[in-house]
């Protein structure tokens, strides 16, 4: 009995030590990324007001098509890199020089691809916008091996400054240049000012040599990078396939208000999952074989993100109707009904984004390849068929069918790393307990507080803060234990 008693004990405390440390390196990742995040937010409200609904379309119509050849020119090298902890030095030579061949080969696609993608949207100054913005993927790719490696070495304490200052670089240069009168060309100087800085920050701070690469050595690494690859672009295709029907069938405006609505919903999501995104890929190859470790990993990075963005989204979902006309102005009234619907979206989409990292570490990337593959078929379709009933409809159609990408991935996962149900539910229960009384919360609010007797800004505030208050207020007296638990591994050194 006792030695058993010790066995459990040291067991827990070795999951706790696990668990410390990867929620520290997030923690503190993201303390620095969210420092600066007060300065992105307000840079986009700039913007919106500076910047007209046909220019925020037609950078949208241009992301479209450059995100998708962003995704190519990563070509999955980095999960390579952090996947094969013996690599030799010789082989990040040659993925250094397949990265940097490649972005030059991807700019070269780019600039000849910009004018029939202006014909596409019926946007004569696309193709400009689009071989401009394309410099970005030869700049980028020479911080790919570098960067892997700074991540594989667990510098995330770095990493975080790094991304910090390709955010402030871009807000900032982004603002200026609307400021300056450049109108739309203003989101191309950001897009070309934040990578160069990033880069190089990466490279004062760590680099790999270059080699001529040699295929028949590099086959391991290429067949992860290839599956990796092939997940990303039907990831993309089925994920920005809402803006090409959006653009392509309803039109430019319709584009630009649907943009800033699925900007505004995802937000508060992507700027805490980033965080963890950038962490999780070094802890999972770390425990490729070991599934209590794996376990504990999801469990606390599920419930600590879910604590954070769920709230977040649910609020912006209630208050959209009054949100958007305050704080953006009325002529972005077309994205409330968006708005509401992805962020609603985005708050399940936070806590899935797991699952393939873990998969790929599991040599399960064939799988998850398939399921975004059968995906990229599925979605366009419905987004054209929700296009009928205009931008929510698209809207629509994300929580009517991610189901059928998160559950296989799901199943998946669980089958993987011997995950019970029962526990999974239960790390996320503090996030759905003090979310949904914050929710009936502030319904009661919205329905006791007259919009004629308080100026729209003012009620806004006065909302925010009611459901903010509430949530913490309710997490606190409900689930002391657990955010103590969360807070100490928080603190824990690594």
């Not at 958007?324 to 009904?337: D, E, S, T």
């Not at 994300?398 to 995950?419: D, G, H």
């Amino acid at each position: 009995m006792a030695a058993a008693a010790a066995s459990t004990g040291a067991a827990t405390t070795a999951s706790a030590r696990r668990s410390s440390r990867m929620v520290h390196a997030i923690g503190w990742t993201g303390a620095s990324l969210w420092a600066t995040q007060l300065i992105t937010w307000t840079c986009t409200i700039i913007l919106a007001r500076l910047l007209s609904v046909a220019d925020y379309g037609l950078v949208g119509m241009a992301n479209v098509f450059l995100g998708l050849i962003a995704i190519i020119s990563e070509f999955g090298l980095g999960t390579a890199v952090i996947f094969m902890p013996d690599i030799t030095d010789d082989h990040l030579a040659q993925l250094n020089a397949v990265s940097v061949l490649s972005g030059m080969a991807l700019f070269a696609t780019a600039c000849a691809a910009a004018y029939p993608v202006g014909i596409f949207f019926r946007a004569p100054h696309l193709p400009a916008v689009i071989a401009t913005m394309s410099l970005a993927f030869i700049v980028s790719a020479f911080k790919i091996v570098p960067g892997a490696l700074l991540q594989r070495e667990f510098r995330f304490k770095l990493l975080a400054k790094i991304q910090a200052a390709q955010a402030v670089g871009y807000a900032i240069s982004t603002v200026v240049a609307a400021l300056l009168g450049a109108g739309y060309w203003s989101f191309v100087v950001g897009g070309l000012f934040g990578p160069v800085v990033s880069t190089g920050l990466v490279l004062l701070n760590r680099r790999s040599g270059f080699a001529v690469p040699r295929f028949s050595q590099l086959r391991e690494s290429l067949t992860l990078s290839w599956h990796v690859l092939g997940t990303r672009i039907s990831w993309y295709c089925y994920s920005n396939a809402d803006f090409l029907v959006a653009g392509g069938v309803l039109g430019q405006a319709a584009l630009g208000a649907y943009t800033i609505a699925w900007t505004m919903a995802t937000l508060p999501v992507q700027k805490v999952t980033n965080v963890a995104m950038r962490v999780l890929p070094s802890y999972f190859s770390k425990a490729q074989k070991d599934n209590p470790a794996t376990r504990d990993y999801v469990l606390t990075i599920t419930e600590a993100l879910l604590l954070v963005t769920l709230p977040a989204c649910l609020g912006l979902s209630l208050l959209a109707d009054e949100l958007v006309p305050a704080v953006l102005g009325p002529k972005w009234v077309h994205a409330i009904m968006p708005l509401r619907i992805l962020a609603v979206y985005a708050s399940v989409r936070s806590i899935t984004n797991i699952l393939p990292i873990v998969l790929n570490y599991r040599n399960a990337a064939r799988f998850v390849m398939w399921t975004n593959i059968a995906a990229a078929v599925y979605f366009p379709a419905a987004f054209y068929i929700g296009s009928h009933w205009g931008t929510t409809g698209i809207a629509a159609m994300w929580p009517l069918l991610y189901p059928l990408v998160a559950v296989p991935l799901y199943w998946r996962t669980f089958k993987e790393i011997q995950m019970p149900i029962r526990r999974y539910l239960a790390c996320l229960w503090p996030a759905l307990s003090a979310s949904t009384v914050m929710t009936v919360s502030l319904l009661v609010v919205r329905a006791v507080l007259p919009a004629a007797s308080t100026a729209r800004h003012s009620r806004v505030i006065v909302e925010v803060l009611t459901g903010a208050v509430i949530y913490c207020v309710t997490v606190l007296l409900l689930h002391y234990p657990e955010l103590r638990r969360l807070k100490a591994q928080l603190c824990a050194t690594t």
